[in-house]
Structure formats: structure tokens, C-alpha cells
């Protein structure tokens, strides 16, 4: 096991969240006095030196930021300037609904998207493939607000089938599932096509089906399995955009989710919450990132098996 | 010995791919080019010139208000107004004149930030792969951090802290995907060292910017031009998703993003206010990656996808 | 006494490995172990040896593309480490590379005539009105027409391109040429054309040749002084004709043995090497060839020889010929 890789991934990622905080602990400072962009305007002057005293801002620039990381590991980010609530509180209300679609969102690309390049790939150059592989393109270049607007239009305005804002159902789920799924799924079945069709050109598959296998077995134990590392590879490269587009989908749809609450407070400038959401955001990517890393390398045979294993 | 014609193809060839040495190969391809890219040549072509000259272009003044006249229902939606050929929106400013002033702000922003994006990848990746070292280090790092983040969350982050004036936003789009172009150019340089050409170059007592500017980068030229294809579509996509959540860019000024969100709430009624600027870009954006993958397949079809 | 232009002075040059264990000691590929040589103005050098021996690495030495771990390498006198970017770029006008792969070192979007004129502008070098006429004149010298000035390395054959990099060094005059491996690459009908190119414009411009090969034949043919390397270190120095008759080095004897020759009478007495070259990363102590050498004695195995001059400007390293004492094992 090349256990060199696994762990200067991991290093990888430590650095890339450490990074993360100091441009943003940067971005704070550049800014002008970190005090009067965190405490809202009507802030007394006890609020202020009590606020200097958490964050630390009279000691040397050093000491700040090493106040500034404990701070965030004990789960403080200060209060938000619209309520005064605990930031972190607020978050962790509002963090789940956002997992929640990703998730969901994640499961649809890969659940449709798949079988959609599987079936391109077995049936290639028929107008299902051709139709399937310009979906890709679909998906990479069309606006995904303005594909949620248009869902939107048609299925509850029009038709009345499903609800346009909110998340109490499942049928609230839908429409923005759909709507951040299928911005990725065309890629998804390109890739698995492309990958799939690399495979099956291979001698030993041909051999197989010369010899007659049966060809459900060839195509799900065998080809599957090796065509599995470039649609990994191409899953966690499409996490980031998908979150990025999160943001946006929250807000068509009035999904109560992190990413509407990231907007809702650069439009307010409630800079303790947006520079909470970021963190948090940046850190979640960066443990997506380091498990698909992890995926890889346990199923590429030249990581996971190095010359001297038994 | 050549006739003025073929010349000035030859020209043009060279300046829209910047591949000196395969001209005559581009002047075959292209009498052979699919009809279905013609479509999407002729559509940016008409972007284009829409933007260039929305001054001629536009009927009325975009700014111009006429509260008496609201939400007016053109004709071609079957309504009355005849003065404003697609209506008017909430606050009775002529919709024709705001889709183009639209169009032109947004594709102006997605074209600069493109050339920046271009400009701040290309040369990092080069400074990268010249100095190797702790250097290399560096710059890496920073494409990895690029690479691991979205855009948007950045993008907000720095919004919801320095604001955005308008200087300010393109330079921000002008962080959007450098990270690619870095990554191409340096992966060229450093394959160039290996290769040969530029150690010998280098032997000869050329001086590093020369190697880079007049040896290197001409033949990243292919890659970057197919990247600046795929980029150009993705800022737009960037700018508008900023300006459709009200924060890219502001009033007076109007882009295609911040239309499709003003005419969200009339949708039940005008549904076109919001219809027409989303098809819009997605015209736009589609044809562009359209002719990415075509001009691809055509400059070297061995890049992977 | 003859002018002498490059003098390489125990050369050393090692190159750190990098290990996929996370916790290996660092190792060390010693590409060039001491070396030490003359070349004279106007000669045409040679340096042979097998692939992985140190010739390419003792040629970037020389021409100062790489620093040496220790050692020196003076030219005209001058010691190569102590020069400023200023001069190393002005020296670049005295000394010029050749290199295998001929396609490798031109760019391939470049017209070849724009390639050739390319150091003159570099170096500001004449008029740049008459920087073509340059170009074709130089052309005319590597037996190219001018029609070539306007094509792409891509569209030429392999012995042009060679030409054309040929065409490229010579353009500012220099003093000396290092030729690595400048024809292997090439066609064997098409070799002999270029090294006859080689000898015509060695003699008319009185220029200094290193000429590195693997290739004997050819050394033999155009080289007046030759060295031999094996595993980083020269084993033999002689001029052309001694070496060939009078061959002392037990690996030079197996290299020359080995060229196949055309004389009908010739018995084909090739020397068989045995036993596997050493690892390069780990040498034993002892004499490097020794794993290989029929004719090994204890001795060889316990001290590496130095290079010692047998008479007429001959050196070998091997106990067997000179009788002398070596380095101590490592």
C-alpha cells in the first residue's frame, strides 16, 4: 500500500483549509478595523472592548490569528449582526437542509447519469447515444437559475404540480434536486460512456464474449469495476460546482439551506455569518475532496498495491 | 503569386487561431464545418455586434422610466402596446433597450475577465515552471486551493467585504479559472524543458522571457484558445449567477443576470421578462461551448476531454 | 606547446534520487566520477563509451548547462563557475551544442530559417537588414537550398533538421562545437553524409570538435584524440590511430572488438563481456569494470586505478598495464 499517498493528501488538505482561514482572517484585517465590521452600528463601547477582548485584536497580528483558530474550533464565530444570535447557531440549524440536497442532488446525477452512459456506450452511435452525449453540453452551459425559474414556470405556475418554495415535503425536494443534478449529469454519462467504451475495447472483454459470457456479467463485474476510477475521478472533480451552484438554487427555490443564508447576509453585510458559512463550506469541500482522494486510491491498483506486498 | 484573397484568409486564420504554421490545414477544415456550428458562429457573431453597437440598436433610453405605462404587454404576446416592441417591465422602462444594454454589459464583463483570467494563468504557470523550487511550491498550492473551492463561495466572500464596484467585480471574475490556465501553461513549459527546445533556446543565450514569449507560448496557443472558449462561457455564467442574487452588477447599470431576477416576479403575467434573458445567455453560453469542442476536435483532436 | 581550449578538471557531478518510501536514505546516481581531460584548438575530440556512462552529463559540464558537484572546467583559461549571467549569455557566442534528437531541439511552430537567424538577434549580431542573407549563406554551407528558410522542422527529414541545427550553432562563429550523439538518430545512409559535413567544416573553419558517440566506426573515422568512459570515469586517452592499434584498456579492447569490419581477412575475435555492469547507485569498490573483466585479478577488486600515462600522450586506468597503485577502496 503506497501510504505515501494517503498521507500527503491528507496533508494536502490540512494545508488547503489552513489556507483557507488565512485568506479569509486576511481578507478581515484588509479591510479596516475587524471590530467595526463584525459589530453592527448601534454596538456600544463596552461591546467593542469586550469583542477586542475575545478576538484578541490589541495583541501583534500572530497571537490574533492563533485567537482566531481556537476560537473557530470551539465552535465560537460570533454573533450575527441581524438578531445577535450565536452564528454557529444559527448555521447548525440551517446546515442539515443544505446536506440534505447535495446529497440528494449528488445521488440523482449519479443515479440517472450512469445508466444513461452505460446504455450510450452499449448501444453506441444510435440516436440514444447521440442524444445522451449532448446532454453533456446541456448541462455545462445552461444556466442552472435560469433552469430552476423555467421549472419553475412550468410545474408550478403552470401546471400546479409542485410547490416553488420551501422544503417541508419531498415534493419540495424535486425540483431543486433535479435542477442541480442535471447540471452535472450529462457529464457524468459522458465520462461513463467514454470510460466504459475504453474498457469493452479491451482484449480480455472481447475474449469473454467470444466465448460466450453472459453479458449483464461481463458489463457489471467486469467492465464496471475498471471504468470505475475516471467517473470517480470526475464525481469529485463536479462536487465544488455543484456546491457553488447550490447557492444560487437555494435562493430560486427559498430553500432554507446555508447557501440562501450565505446570500441573504453579503447582501446585509453580516460578515460574522458570511465568514462562518465560508469556513464551513470550504472545510465540508475539503473533506469531500480528501474522500474521493481516498476512493481513488483505493481502487487504483497502482496505489493500492505497491511491488513489495505480498 | 497569391491572389489577395487567399491571403487575407490566410490572415484571418492566423489571428483567430494564432497556430502560424498550420494554415493551410485551418483553410481545409473550415469548408467542412458542421451546420450546427454555423448556427452558433452566426448567433455570437450577432452578440457581438448587438453589444458593440447597442447604442444604435436600442430604441429607447434603458434608464428611462414611465410609471403611467407598466408591465405594458407587447404585441407579439398579444397585447396592446405597439411602441415597445417586447413590452415594458415594473417600473415601465422599455424591456427591447434593457436586453440590450443587457447584453452588452454582460458580454463586455465575461470578455475582460476572460483576457485577465488569460493573462494571470498563462504567466504564473510560466513563473511556476521557470523557477521550480519553492516557487513552484507556491503557485501550486494556490491552483490547488482554486481548484478545491467554488468560485461562488469566494466570490461572495470577497463581495460581502470590499463590495463591488464595478473595476473591482471584473478583476474578481478575473480570478475565476485561472487555476486551468495555469495548470496547462506550466504542464507545456515544463514539457518543453524535457523536450529539448528550450534547453537548446537557452544555449543559445536566449534570455528566459524570450523562450517564453516568442517560443513557448506559441505553442500553448492551441490549448489556451480551446480554454478560452470553454472559459468565456463559464465567466458569464459566473457574472450573471452574481447579478441574477443582486450582487454582481448594480443599478443603474443592468446585465442579463440581474434582469432574469426583476422579471422572476412578474412571471405569472410577463412571463417573458424572465424567459427571454435566461435563453438568452443560455444561447449564448451553449453556443460558445459548442465551438469550444468543435474548434477542439478540429486544432488537435488528441486532447482529452 | 598547443593552445589548449577546454580543460576539465576533476569533474564530479551526482544526482539525488528521489524514493517512493517515505523514510529512505537518500541516494545518489554518480553520473561523473572524476574526470579529467584537454581538448587542444582545432582538434576534433571524441568521446565514447556506452549508453549511461557519463558522456552527455561531462558534455553539459563543459559547456557550463550544469555546475559540476566538484571540479572545474576552464575555457580559454577561464573557470566556468565564476562567470556573471552577462558573460556566461556572451560565451554563448564561443561555444555551441549539437544535440541526438534534432527535432527535440527546434521549436516546432517556427519556420527553420527564422530558427537559424534566431541567435543573431539574440546576440545582435549585423544588420538586421542583412540577417537573412545571413541565413541563407549558412544554409548554402550545410548543403541546404534556400528554399528551406521558409519550412517547419516537421516537414523536413532527419538529416536536414541536423543540418539545420547545425546551420543554427555555426551562424555566430564559434570556437567550439559539442556534437551528443549528432547522428545516431539518423539513418545510416544519411550518417555518413553529415559526418563527412561535420570533417569539411571542421577543416575549413579550423573549429574545435567534441564529438561524443557510442558509435566507433564513426569515431574512428573523423576523431584525432580520443577518450574513453565507463561508468563516470575515463578509462583510456589516446590519439585516434594509437588507440585503435595499440588498445590497452580491457573495455576499450571489448568495445572495438565489437565493431563489425567489412576487410574479408579480419577473424571476428569479439570479446565476450561477462557478468552484469554494477549498479551505479551502489559501485563496489574496486575497479568498476571489474564485474565484466576477464582479466580480473584480486588486486582489481580492492582499489579503483587511476589514469596513468603510459608514453605518447596515452593514459589508461587498469592495474594490469601500468603496475601502479589506485585509489583506496571506498
Redesign the interface.
Known amino acids: 500500500m503506497?501510504?505515501?499517498y494517503f498521507?500527503v493528501k491528507t496533508l494536502?488538505a490540512f494545508?488547503?483549509t489552513f489556507?483557507?482561514v488565512v485568506?479569509?482572517f486576511f481578507?478581515?484585517r484588509?479591510?479596516g478595523d475587524p471590530a467595526q465590521?463584525m459589530l453592527p452600528d448601534d454596538a456600544t463601547e463596552e461591546d467593542y472592548i469586550e469583542f477586542r477582548q475575545l478576538w484578541g485584536l490589541d495583541k501583534p497580528l500572530m497571537e490574533q490569528f492563533y485567537v482566531y483558530c481556537k476560537n473557530f474550533l470551539h465552535g465560537d464565530f460570533g454573533q450575527s449582526y441581524k438578531d445577535g444570535r450565536d452564528v454557529f447557531e444559527i448555521i447548525s440549524q440551517r446546515l442539515p437542509k443544505s446536506v440534505w440536497l447535495m446529497g440528494m442532488s449528488i445521488i440523482f446525477s449519479i443515479v440517472v447519469g450512469l445508466p444513461l452512459g452505460i446504455y450510450a456506450a452499449l448501444h453506441r452511435n444510435s440516436f440514444g447515444d447521440r442524444f445522451i452525449m449532448g446532454t453533456a453540453?446541456?448541462g455545462?452551459?445552461?444556466?442552472?437559475?435560469?433552469l430552476g425559474?423555467?421549472f419553475?414556470?412550468i410545474f408550478s405556475?403552470k401546471l400546479h404540480w409542485l410547490p416553488s418554495a420551501g422544503s417541508d415535503t419531498w415534493l419540495h425536494l424535486l425540483m431543486p434536486m433535479i435542477t442541480i443534478g442535471m447540471t452535472r449529469m450529462g457529464s457524468y454519462a459522458?465520462y461513463t460512456r467514454?470510460a466504459m467504451l475504453n474498457v469493452l475495447s479491451k482484449p480480455y472483454i472481447i475474449t469473454a464474449k467470444a466465448k460466450g459470457a453472459n453479458r449483464n456479467r461481463m458489463v457489471y463485474l467486469h467492465a464496471l469495476p475498471n471504468a470505475a476510477i475516471p467517473i470517480v475521478t470526475v464525481i469529485g472533480?463536479s462536487i465544488?460546482?455543484m456546491?457553488?451552484?447550490s447557492?444560487?438554487i437555494e435562493?430560486v427555490f427559498a430553500w432554507p439551506g446555508i447557501g440562501r443564508l450565505?446570500?441573504s447576509?453579503?447582501?446585509v453585510?453580516d460578515?460574522p455569518v458570511?465568514?462562518a458559512i465560508?469556513i464551513i463550506?470550504?472545510l465540508a469541500?475539503?473533506l469531500a475532496?480528501l474522500l474521493v482522494d481516498f476512493t481513488y486510491g483505493l481502487l487504483d491498483p497502482r496505489i493500492r498495491v505497491?511491488a513489495g506486498d505480498k | 503569386m497569391m491572389s489577395d484573397n487567399v491571403k487575407n484568409e490566410k490572415v484571418k486564420f492566423e489571428v483567430l487561431s494564432g497556430v502560424v504554421g498550420q494554415e493551410t490545414k485551418l483553410q481545409k477544415v473550415f469548408r467542412k464545418v458542421p451546420p450546427m456550428i454555423m448556427l452558433c458562429m452566426a448567433w455570437l457573431l450577432f452578440m457581438f455586434i448587438v453589444a458593440v453597437f447597442w447604442e444604435q440598436f436600442a430604441p429607447f433610453d434603458y434608464e428611462e422610466q414611465d410609471l403611467a405605462n407598466r408591465l405594458a404587454v407587447p404585441k407579439i404576446f398579444g397585447g396592446t402596446d405597439t411602441t415597445h416592441f417586447l413590452g415594458t417591465d415594473s417600473l415601465g422602462r422599455d424591456f427591447l433597450s434593457r436586453l440590450i444594454r443587457s447584453i452588452r454589459t454582460s458580454l463586455l464583463v465575461a470578455f475582460c475577465g476572460t483576457i485577465i483570467t488569460a493573462i494571470l494563468g498563462t504567466a504564473l504557470g510560466f513563473v511556476a515552471a521557470h523557477f521550480r523550487g519553492w516557487v513552484d511550491e507556491a503557485i501550486m498550492m494556490m491552483v490547488d486551493f482554486q481548484y478545491s473551492l467554488p468560485f461562488m463561495i469566494l466570490a461572495l466572500l470577497v463581495i460581502a467585504f470590499f463590495g463591488n464596484n464595478l473595476v473591482f467585480f471584473v478583476f474578481l471574475l478575473g480570478i475565476e479559472g485561472w487555476n486551468k490556465y495555469a495548470r496547462m501553461s506550466r504542464g507545456m513549459a515544463l514539457s518543453a524543458q524535457n523536450n529539448g527546445y528550450a534547453v537548446a533556446i537557452r544555449q543559445l543565450g536566449a534570455s528566459p522571457v524570450r523562450l517564453y514569449t516568442k517560443h513557448i507560448l506559441p505553442n500553448v496557443s492551441n490549448i489556451l484558445i480551446v480554454e478560452l472558449t470553454l472559459n468565456f462561457p463559464a465567466k458569464i455564467l459566473a457574472e450573471t449567477s452574481l447579478s441574477f442574487l443582486g450582487l454582481g452588477i448594480q443599478p443603474p447599470d443592468t446585465s442579463l443576470g440581474s434582469l432574469l431576477s426583476f422579471g422572476r416576479a412578474y412571471m405569472m403575467t410577463n412571463w417573458w421578462l424572465a424567459v427571454i434573458p435566461g435563453l438568452t445567455i443560455f444561447l449564448t453560453t451553449l453556443s460558445m461551448c459548442l465551438l469550444g469542442d468543435w474548434v477542439r476536435d478540429t486544432i488537435d483532436p488528441t486532447i482529452r476531454k | 606547446m598547443r593552445e589548449k581550449l577546454v580543460e576539465a578538471k576533476g569533474l564530479y557531478k551526482q544526482y539525488a534520487l528521489k524514493s517512493d518510501k517515505l523514510f529512505a536514505k537518500r541516494r545518489y546516481l554518480k553520473a561523473v566520477d572524476g574526470v579529467t581531460f584537454d581538448i587542444y584548438k582545432g582538434e576534433f575530440f571524441g568521446v565514447v563509451g556506452e549508453s549511461g556512462c557519463g558522456k552527455s552529463t561531462t558534455a553539459k559540464l563543459i559547456l557550463d548547462m550544469e555546475h559540476p558537484t566538484k571540479g572545474t572546467v576552464l575555457f580559454k583559461g577561464r573557470d566556468m563557475s565564476t562567470l556573471k549571467p552577462k558573460e556566461w549569455r556572451a560565451i554563448r557566442l564561443d561555444m555551441q551544442m549539437i544535440f541526438q534528437d534534432p527535432l527535440g531541439a527546434l521549436d516546432p511552430y517556427m519556420c527553420v530559417g527564422k530558427q537559424i537567424m534566431e541567435p543573431l538577434e539574440i546576440h545582435n549580431i549585423g544588420d538586421p537588414k542583412d540577417r537573412k542573407q545571413m541565413v541563407l549563406d549558412m544554409l548554402a554551407a550545410v548543403s541546404l537550398k534556400p528554399i528551406f528558410y521558409d519550412r517547419y522542422p516537421h516537414e523536413l527529414s532527419g538529416g536536414q533538421r541536423q543540418r539545420i541545427v547545425l546551420a543554427r550553432a555555426l551562424i555566430v562563429k564559434p570556437q567550439l562545437l559539442v556534437c551528443d550523439e549528432p547522428i545516431s538518430a539518423l539513418d545510416v545512409s544519411i550518417q555518413a553524409q553529415v559526418v563527412n559535413l561535420f570533417k569539411r567544416i571542421h577543416k575549413e573553419l579550423n573549429l574545435t570538435f567534441m564529438f561524443i558517440s557510442h558509435d566507433l566506426r564513426i569515431v574512428k573515422h573523423v576523431c584525432d584524440r580520443i577518450i574513453v568512459m565507463y561508468l563516470g570515469r575515463v578509462v583510456e586517452e589516446a590519439e585516434s590511430d594509437e588507440l585503435f592499434a595499440n588498445t590497452l584498456h580491457p573495455y576499450s579492447q571489448a568495445l572495438i572488438s565489437a565493431v563489425p569490419s567489412l576487410t574479408p581477412d579480419a577473424q571476428a575475435k569479439r570479446i565476450m563481456l561477462h557478468g552484469d555492469p554494477p549498479n551505479p547507485i551502489d559501485l563496489p569498490k574496486g575497479c568498476r569494470f571489474a564485474s565484466r573483466c576477464s582479466k580480473c585479478t584480486p588486486r582489481c577488486l580492492e582499489s579503483e586505478p587511476e589514469l596513468v600515462d603510459v608514453g605518447n600522450g596515452h593514459k589508461v586506468a587498469c592495474f594490469l598495464v601500468t603496475g601502479k597503485e589506485g585509489i583506496n577502496a571506498r
Do not use: C, E, W, Y
Not at chain 1, 140 to 146: D, E, G, I, R
Open positions: 503506497h501510504v505515501k498521507l494536502r494545508i488547503t489556507l483557507l485568506f479569509v481578507v478581515l484588509i479591510t465590521a453540453v446541456f455545462f452551459s445552461m444556466p442552472n437559475f435560469f425559474i423555467m419553475i414556470l405556475m459522458r467514454s472533480t465544488g460546482h456546491v457553488g451552484g447557492v444560487v435562493n450565505l446570500v447576509s453579503v447582501a453585510r460578515l458570511v465568514q465560508v463550506m470550504g469541500m475539503v475532496n505497491t
